[in-house]
């Protein structure tokens, strides 16, 4: 089948499109021919080799975090999905690779893809939809009255964590620049601070909840937006202990993870807020959860452009630029 992979870490060079052999199909596995794959920073960092002490990989490594397809084959022990189901997943890590024609993945990891969405919107949708969902309703339990300050609305995970919030009744701040206030206010979004003009913690207080999704000096900022008792996630680092914990890191990567967020959690508990960092995992039961969400028309998948499965590189460059609106998605057939 072909492939874009990746042969080294490198940070700039292209993902080399191969022709790698077909997927094994494990027992609980079910093979997807893939019709579209959404490109993620992630996908970025892993090439670079930012990750690899984390997520190790062996190389030549197929890209790519997010499929929609059909289902070929199934695996003996698999219970909940047969061969011509159109099903979505955002593949665990170590099992990823979806720029690709075919893969195989757990089918715990898998869910059926909303009936209402192309193939290309479903795939827009796994990584961002579960990054939403485990750090809204799961870390943060947030709920209905409550105030949540979501950076960089008009970015993957921010389009789609705005609806989920305003679905969980919560009153929702967000950052965008000029252009995208539209898109955000479209999706939800009550109060919308301009990151190029204006300073959030400026404007935002008493907020019960903070999804960080940018740098170190937003973070540091981001603390003073909240109340007491309210929580920091961050999904763009740093990596706290508890993270280190989940993963079963080493102990030396333990101590460095330690070292890295001590700054930032010794400020949190100074203010009386609790500060955790989220790394999203596969889970096919809350990607059900979405798949009814957006069946009920609750949230809308955003995305900005769809690139044919030849300009995989153009896809992963145009994420890098950083100014996507919504997702980058390959239609792979
Ligand atoms: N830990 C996890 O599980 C996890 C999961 C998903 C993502 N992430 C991380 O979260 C970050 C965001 O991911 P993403 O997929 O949402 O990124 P993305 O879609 O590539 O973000 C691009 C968007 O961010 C906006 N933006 C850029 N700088 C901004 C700023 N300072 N303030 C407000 N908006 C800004 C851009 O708008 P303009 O064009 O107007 O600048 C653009 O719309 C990445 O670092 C990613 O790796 C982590």
């Known amino acids: 089948m072909k492939a874009f992979v990746v042969d080294k870490y490198n940070?700039?060079?292209?993902?080399?499109?191969?022709?790698?052999?077909?997927?094994?199909?494990?027992?609980?596995?079910?093979?997807?021919?893939?019709h579209a794959a959404a490109v993620n920073p992630l996908d970025s960092k892993i090439k670079s080799g930012e990750f690899k002490l984390?997520?190790?990989?062996?190389?030549?490594?197929?890209?790519?975090?997010?499929?929609?397809?059909?289902?070929?084959?199934?695996?003996?022990?698999?219970?909940?999905f047969k061969a011509g189901d159109n099903v979505y997943a955002r593949p665990r890590d170590g099992r990823i690779g979806t720029f690709a024609e075919f893969i195989a993945v757990d089918e715990a990891?898998?869910?059926?893809?909303?009936?209402?969405?192309?193939?290309?919107?479903?795939?827009?949708?796994?990584?961002?939809?579960?990054?939403?969902?485990?750090?809204?309703?799961?870390?943060?339990?947030?709920?209905?009255?409550?105030?949540?300050?979501?950076?960089?609305?008009?970015?993957?995970v921010g389009a789609i964590a705005i609806q989920l919030a305003k679905h969980l009744g919560a009153t929702v701040a967000t950052t965008a620049g000029a252009a995208n206030f539209d898109l955000v206010k479209s999706l939800g979004a009550d109060i919308v601070v301009d990151y190029r003009?204006?300073?959030?913690?400026?404007?935002?207080?008493?907020?019960?909840?903070?999804?960080?999704s940018q740098d170190a000096k937003t973070l540091a900022k981001s603390v003073?937006?909240?109340?007491?008792?309210?929580?920091?996630?961050?999904?763009?680092?740093p990596p706290d202990p508890e993270f280190a914990k989940q993963r079963r890191l080493n102990v030396m990567l333990k101590l460095v993870l330690r070292f890295l967020s001590r700054g930032i959690r010794a400020k949190a508990r100074r203010l009386g807020i609790t500060y955790s960092f989220h790394f999203?995992?596969?889970?096919?039961?809350?990607?059900?959860?979405?798949?009814?969400l957006v069946e009920s028309g609750t949230?809308?998948?955003?995305?900005?452009?769809?690139?044919?499965?030849?300009?995989?590189?153009?896809?992963l460059a145009y994420v890098e630029e950083g100014r996507a609106k919504g997702k980058v998605v390959i239609k792979v057939r």
Do not use: C
């Open 11 to 34: 940070k700039n060079g292209a993902l080399r499109l191969a022709e790698m052999p077909e997927p094994d199909l494990q027992d609980n596995d079910v093979l997807i021919e893939i």
């Open 54 to 80: 984390i997520l190790p990989y062996r190389m030549p490594l197929i890209l790519g975090h997010d499929v929609a397809g059909t289902i070929v084959r199934i695996g003996p022990k698999v219970r909940k």
């Open 109 to 156: 990891d898998v869910a059926l893809k909303p009936r209402n969405l192309s193939m290309e919107e479903a795939a827009s949708l796994p990584l961002v939809g579960l990054t939403a969902w485990q750090t809204l309703v799961e870390s943060a339990n947030l709920k209905k009255g409550q105030k949540v300050f979501i950076q960089a609305g008009s970015g993957g």
């Open 197 to 212: 003009k204006q300073d959030f913690e400026k404007i935002l207080t008493g907020y019960d909840v903070v999804l960080n």
């Open 224 to 237: 003073h937006v909240l109340k007491p008792g309210g929580k920091l996630i961050s999904i763009s680092g």
């Open 280 to 292: 999203m995992w596969a889970q096919g039961n809350q990607l059900s959860k979405i798949t009814s």
């Open 299 to 315: 949230i809308r998948p955003v995305v900005d452009r769809v690139f044919p499965f030849e300009a995989a590189n153009e896809a």
